[in-house]
């Protein structure tokens, strides 16, 4: 696994990336540039106005929507935009899982 020092997406216990944010630790794999491939679709559906929210669904469980949000919200941080990524799935939450964040519980 390729190893980048400093990044934002590391995990602090044990120095290993997840697996699944592949935009952040292998920048020039051919799945990264779909999802820039994606990206890029998706500004253009909007070419008038800028983007301003996306929505990522699917109606059945295990189809790629946390690991597929995640990383089209750090290709879209890589141009320099604003991102906020809310994980709404109340059943099972994953994204700070993805991120290294501890979940704070009510």
Known sequence: MAKSSGSE??????GKLNLHLISSYR????VVDNYRSVRTNLQ??????ALKSLLVTSSLPGE????????LGISFSELGKKVLL?????RKPRQ????HIKRIRD
């Open 44 to 49: 253009f559906t909007a070419i008038d106005q």
């Open 27 to 30: 920048p020039r794999d051919p």
């Open 96 to 99: 700070h899982d993805l991120f």
């Open 64 to 71: 790629g929507k946390t690991v597929t949000s995640a990383n």
């Open 9 to 14: 997406h590391e995990d602090k216990s044990d």
């Open 86 to 90: 809310l994980d709404c799935d109340l």
